[in-house]
Nanobody
């Protein structure tokens, strides 16, 4: 099992920045990739970004490219999501997740463990 704890969400004005963190514990040796997803009420959870745990390769959804950066600290078993130039449409609950089966997964079915989520609200 891998346990995930997210932090860093909050309320920010449009154009502002936030950095989300997700600390992993437990069987972290099994982690192959980590990702961030987000969800708003009434909508399906959507992929935001992913990072390969060993090589550091990354992938982003188109709407966040150039604004969001995913990174990891292997020593701390922590993944980060730096979010700049935030827009009201970025408002959502953000979840981090771990995959032990895919090097850079973009769909939630490949992820095995999930955090509890952290709220990000961007005001206009």
């Amino acid at each position: 099992q891998v346990q995930l704890v997210e932090s860093g969400g909050g309320l920010v004005q449009a154009g502002g920045s936030l950095r989300l963190s997700c600390a992993a514990s437990g069987r972290t040796f099994s982690m192959v990739a980590m990702g961030w997803f987000r969800q708003t009420p009434g909508k399906e959870r959507e992929f935001v970004a992913a990072i390969n745990w060993s090589g550091g390769n990354t992938y982003y959804r188109d709407s966040v490219k150039g604004r969001f950066t995913i990174s990891r600290d292997n020593a701390k078993s922590t993944v980060y999501l730096q979010m700049n130039s935030l827009k009201p449409e970025d408002t959502a609950v953000y979840y981090c997740a771990v995959s032990s089966r895919h090097p850079l997964p973009r769909t939630d079915t490949w992820y095995d463990y999930w955090g509890q989520g952290t709220q990000v609200t961007v005001s206009s």
